[in-house]
């Protein structure tokens, strides 16, 4: 049996889960590749899937995201400023097959922090950032915006709440 299944979606879902903001003011920085902020997400997603899920320390990179670069989020709780999750997107680079894809990876969230809400505020950041960065690609958006991932199955039902199908 798989460990990961491929799902895909159309931005036209809401997200159904909120965190309780009351509790924690947060921020989502964004950056490019090779920011200095990339060495917190990396730590989250060797914490994440390398010690925790016993992922192989390699990391996995994606063909074509060797050519298409990528926009990094990392959520942090402002109290302390502790980094606590980070999800990664990226806009496909063969836009003459698919211009209208993306891709959301990486989405990875501190275990103590998980089932409150926090990886649909990051789902929630990526899809903004899809709508806007479609804009300035000047992708129609009267069009259908399609977001892609390749996930483990034991998650599929996270996703399967922001619209994400098989």
């Not at 003459?96 to 959301?104: R, T, V």
Request: proline share 6%.
């Amino acid at each position: 049996m798989s460990t990961t299944t491929e799902t895909t979606t159309t931005l036209e879902t809401t997200s159904t889960t909120k965190p309780d903001t009351t509790l924690h003011a947060y921020r989502i920085e964004t950056f490019p590749e090779n920011h200095e902020s990339m060495k917190e997400c990396h730590k989250i997603r060797f914490d994440v899937f390398h010690r925790e899920q016993g992922f192989p320390l390699d990391p996995q990179i994606d063909t074509y995201e060797l050519d298409a670069p990528s926009q990094h989020f990392l959520l942090r709780l402002v109290d302390g400023e502790k980094p606590i999750g980070t999800i990664r997107g990226t806009h496909r680079p063969y836009p003459e097959l698919e211009p209208n894809a993306y891709k959301l990876s990486q989405l990875a969230i501190l275990e103590e922090h998980r089932k409150t809400g926090w990886g649909g505020v990051l789902v929630d950041a990526l899809h903004e950032w899809v709508k806007d960065d479609a804009k300035e690609r000047g992708i129609r958006l009267g069009g259908e915006l399609v977001v892609r991932l390749v996930s483990q199955v034991r998650v599929r039902g996270f996703y399967e709440k922001y619209g994400y199908e098989p």
